[in-house]
């Protein structure tokens, strides 16, 4: 089916609405990093018979990230994409393997795929045994902490303008064994009208490798549930480690974040 159309640049300001009614209609929730990058890249109208029948993204690297054409004209959407490709010189997309309609578009026109991240929505909570030496205290992260945070062995935060930020809008909690800085955890909320918080945690090195990792998330995914949250997170496929350290309080990562490659790109 043939059906003109253009493609005007937007910013996500101007499409707020449209792109409201995408993240409604997935699944699951986006994944923090795929969000990050949507923010800073550049958003394209898609329109025909005078009307936006949708929008895509695409960032300064080329690879779409994100594509949302309306229910009504969603027929028309694997006629658009290669077009869409052609035109915006697309060479890849970075694509949720929850995000059906993205998914079965770009995997038409791929020409190799690659593993990128897996993705967990869902919580069944497993029970952990009791260890006497695994001992902390944990509380809300205060100002004063911070010094202290960047100091610790990690990549999570290396602003301290970023860091302050979080300990400011409650994002962070201190994990302490007998006043000593065990690690921190993170709770990000992606969208202030929406339940999803992306967690994550970071042990300093002298701590590491003795069994404070798993109790640490666990209570994090666990202070999540009890405030009404729904707790998420997307790791490097490749971190196996965190993978089933997730997998064992009961973490499920049912999906994965791929990258589709189209043409020589």
Partial sequence: MNLRFTLEPTTLDAIGDLREQHLDGLPEAID?????LVRSARPHRIRARGETIGYV??????RMLELHVRQDHEVYAHDLFPQILERLDVGSALVQTFDALFLA???????????RGALTRHYFPRALPSIDRIRYDERPAELRDVPQILATDQDVF????????????????VFEHDEALVGFGLMRILHPDRPHVEVGIAVDAPFRNKGYAIY????????????????????????????????????VSRYRLIELHFGDA
């Fill in 105 to 115: 578009c770009a995997l038409d026109e791929q020409a190799s795929v690659s593993m």
């Fill in 32 to 36: 923090a990093l795929v969000e990050i």
């Fill in 57 to 62: 993204v695409v960032d300064d690297r080329r």
């Fill in 158 to 173: 290396i602003d301290e303008g970023r860091l302050r930020g979080a300990v400011e809008r409650n994002e962070v909690v």
């Fill in 216 to 251: 640490m998330l666990r209570d994090m995914v666990e202070h999540c549930v009890a405030r009404g949250l729904e707790p998420i997170c997307g790791l490097s496929r490749d971190n196996e480690a965190s993978i089933r350290m997730g997998s064992r309080i009961g973490l």
